[in-house]
């Protein structure tokens, strides 16, 4: 049951080319960098990303982006990376926007044996209807676009009693090869617990993935985690990497404001 991995190169070993990766984080918080460092010190191309966004120019997934290794991206959010915007306009990118709360579902459907659902968030709009600009071509035309989805009606109730008919589009789960996660505490059964923002969308990338590869800031044994502690059970948790002390306080601040004192 020790599921602990002596390196994060070898926990990332097997990652080959074209894989699907669900990545934590949220901005710069609770990144796997880590494991997407020893991504970056491998040879995997093509490979499909699924995460809230792809972090900032030269950390998190921007790493991987600026090594041109990714090919496609699920995201609710491309701002703070201007690479990330320039492959997405010059046609090296394809790009799948999502609504961050739809993303957050089909991840976690992901994970709970759910194929679908549906969901009003993008009815009426090019999320359900098709046509969102999905790749462009090199000279700026739209090369592939999303195709339109299932919007079905269902009867809703309101708080007043009454209830009327409410469209819904249906969402596919989303299943990835490997899941990338950051947590604050981990035991070698794959229990994991996350440090309040930092949990974000690292419960649900743990559950997305068919192999889950976990950096933990602090390695305890079997046990020490209080049962009703744990964010995420080591059932769905394959691979453990303890941190250095030095990766441990390697963080970077997305946006740093100041003031006077």
């Known amino acids: ?118 969901t009003p968030a993008g009815v009426g709009t090019w999320v359900a209807d098709g046509e969102m600009p999905w790749r462009y071509a090199p000279d700026g035309s739209v090369a592939v676009t999303s195709p339109p989805k299932e919007v079905r009606e269902f009867e809703v109730r309101r708080d007043d009693g009454t209830s009327e008919r409410v469209p819904f589009v249906l969402e596919l789960s989303l299943v990835c090869d490997f899941g990338l996660v950051r947590a604050a505490k981990g035991d070698r059964h794959g229990n994991l617990v996350f440090h309040r923002s930092a949990r974000n969308f690292n419960p649900l990338a743990a559950m997305a993935g068919r192999t889950t590869i976990a950096e933990v800031e602090q390695l305890v044994e079997p046990g020490e985690i209080d049962p009703d502690e744990v964010h995420v059970p080591g059932i769905f948790v394959h691979r453990v990497v303890e941190l250095t ?11 740093r404001t100041t003031r006077e004192a």
């Open 1 to 118: 049951m020790d599921k602990t991995v002596a390196s994060a190169d070898e926990a990332v070993a097997d990652i080959a080319d074209g894989a699907s990766l669900a990545v934590g984080g949220f901005g710069l918080s609770g990144v796997p960098i880590v494991l997407i460092d020893a991504i970056s010190r491998g040879s995997a191309t093509g490979l499909h990303v699924a995460s809230n966004n792809c972090g900032t120019d030269g950390w998190g997934l921007g790493i991987l982006l600026e090594q041109h290794r990714i090919d496609r991206v699920v995201a609710s959010y491309i701002g703070e990376n201007k690479e990330f915007g320039r492959q997405y306009l010059a046609g090296e990118l394809e790009v799948e926007l999502t609504p961050q709360g739809t993303l957050a579902e089909r991840l976690r459907a992901a994970g709970s044996g759910i194929p679908a659902f549906y």
């Open 245 to 255: 002390a030095e990766q441990v306080t390697t963080k970077h601040i997305e946006k």
